[in-house]
């Protein structure tokens, strides 16, 4: 299937139900090949924390990619061929790291899974470029906060089990096999690689909207420059770069610091995990209605300040490590962490396909999401330099936290229409809590997310499609998302 000029409604119903299946498909692979279990899997070949930390840094960095797959899509202007092969060739890379400890002594393991993760990651980023050029024109910005909840919902509701079932695997697998605990982590990362397949196969499905016509294409600087032209967008990308930093300064390092310093087990770190999860899926709807209702910056000024307390309340369990208030503690940062990152992730990714000019936003979505990881990618890599002279981690926590109320203040800078107050904001986020988030609702969303996940994977078994429908897209997303 190529691109077209036009799509008809049952392409469009096709491709909304693809994106859904990839973002379930690649939320199973992300569970088990990233964040705890990377990890861990360093820890046991041996990690120090800067190695700990080149890995956060290696997929960031290789978001430079970015740059001349810019200019690859408007030379040649096939978006989904290049999303399909690279998202391929990047996720069978997570077999490679799988049998890399299989296959070699234990000395060299370590450095060849870090020079594994660099194509890995080189390659994700040219998909990763491709698919938002693509996706911002086949999804309708009026309706981008209720379909990316949806989608991230859903995504959730999978991640949910899939990551407690591989956190209780992995302690089984230590307590039954001791001697062979790198094994079990690989066995994690192959179900990852069979999951990412499976995504490619939801992409390949999804149709593509014919570019715009094939005029000429300016040269390599002045297409990188034309975002920067843009004052507007030039204070977005400063305040994501900057957002960036401060996040992911301490952000990479919280599994390790409940791992080591808390002493936790790898299940139990599923479980708080798994309830900051929870969190989000009980406010992905909420706030993405609320984007849609008023803007993406609004709920970005409410949920960026509660994601930054939360760093706070990380940093004051340093003084409960042995007291029982700790379990407490460890449940609300992870309750307020889900609740907060579900509004960050939406509406942050959310407001540069919204603000980037149709026609030309692959030059302008490359920029924020390049900027974005190098800071990504630098801060874990600063902060596991740090980390080899000061093991208080505490303190991550707090310059992180300082750092986010400064980014927070670049946001003013940067105009778009619906904005209104954060009191307009947090007084609808309350009443959508006490009508959304009683046990009744949350118990009605968490069915709700299991149903239309079952219904999204019962779709790629569907031989009849509906008959056109002549609804506009944004009208037939409403109504089926």
């Known amino acids: 299937m190529g691109c077209t000029n036009s799509l008809t409604e049952t392409e469009v119903r096709r491709g909304f139900r693809g994106v859904m299946q990839d973002g379930v498909a690649s939320s199973a692979m992300f569970t088990l090949t990233s964040s705890t279990f990377l990890t861990a899997f360093a820890l046991a070949l041996g990690a120090s924390e800067l190695i700990i930390g080149l890995l956060a840094m290696i997929p960031a960095l290789a978001n430079i990619v970015q740059l001349p797959t810019t200019y690859l899509i408007e030379k040649i202007r096939v978006r989904r061929s290049i999303t399909i092969l690279a998202a391929a060739l990047s996720r069978s890379f997570w077999l490679v790291i799988a049998t890399i400890p299989l296959l070699v002594p234990f000395e060299i393991a370590l450095p060849l899974v870090l020079v594994a993760m660099v194509p890995n990651s080189l390659l994700g980023s040219i998909g990763a470029c491709s698919w938002n050029s693509w996706m911002k024109d086949l999804l309708p910005n009026s309706e981008l906060g209720r379909f990316f909840s949806k989608r991230m919902m859903l995504s959730t509701a999978c991640s949910i089990p899939m990551g407690l079932t591989a956190g209780f695997f992995t302690t089984w697998w230590g307590k039954t096999f001791p001697s062979m605990m790198i094994e079990g982590y690989s066995l994690l990362f192959v179900g990852g690689f069979v999951f990412g397949l499976i995504g490619v196969l939801c992409i390949s499905r999804i149709p593509e909207p014919r570019m715009g016509s094939n005029r000429s294409v300016p040269g390599f600087g002045a297409l990188l420059k034309k975002p920067f032209g843009d004052t507007n967008f030039k204070n ?8 960036s ?42 706030w993405g209605r609320l984007s849609d209702r008023f803007s993406n ?45 579900s509004g960050v992730s939406l509406v942050s990714g959310n407001i540069s396909l919204k603000l980037a000019p149709s026609g030309e936003a692959t030059a302008y979505l490359a920029s924020t999401s390049l ?7 630098v801060a874990p890599l600063l902060g596991g330099i740090i980390a080899m002279y000061m093991p208080n981690w505490e303190y991550f926590f707090l310059v992180a936290a300082m750092l986010g109320f400064f980014s927070l203040h670049r946001l003013t800078l940067v105009k778009e229409d619906g904005e209104v107050q954060e009191r307009v904001v947090v007084k609808e986020l309350i009443c959508e809590m006490r009508k959304g988030c009683s046990v009744s609702h949350i118990r009605s969303g968490i069915r709700d997310a299991t149903v239309g996940l079952a219904q999204t994977t019962a779709a790629r078994y569907r031989r009849h499609r509906d008959e056109d429908d002549p609804a506009p897209r944004s009208a037939l997303l409403s109504r089926r998302y």
């Not at 400063?238 to 957002?243: G, P």
């Not at 900027?371 to 990618?377: E, P, R, S, V």
């Open 236 to 243: 977005l990308i400063v305040f994501l770069t900057s957002w």
């Open 371 to 377: 900027f974005a990881a190098l800071a990504t990618g």
């Open 245 to 286: 930093f401060a996040i992911n300064l301490a952000l990479p390092f919280l599994s390790v610091y409940m791992l080591t310093s808390l002493g936790m087990e790898t299940s139990s770190v599923m479980v708080f995990t798994v309830i900051g999860q929870i969190s989000s899926m009980a406010f992905f709807k909420v």
């Open 297 to 341: 910056k609004s709920v970005l000024r409410v949920s960026g300040p509660i994601l930054i307390g939360c760093f706070l309340l990380w940093a004051s369990t340093v003084l409960f490590e042995s007291a029982p208030v700790l379990i407490g503690l460890v449940v609300l940062a992870e309750v307020l962490m889900g609740m907060a990152t």
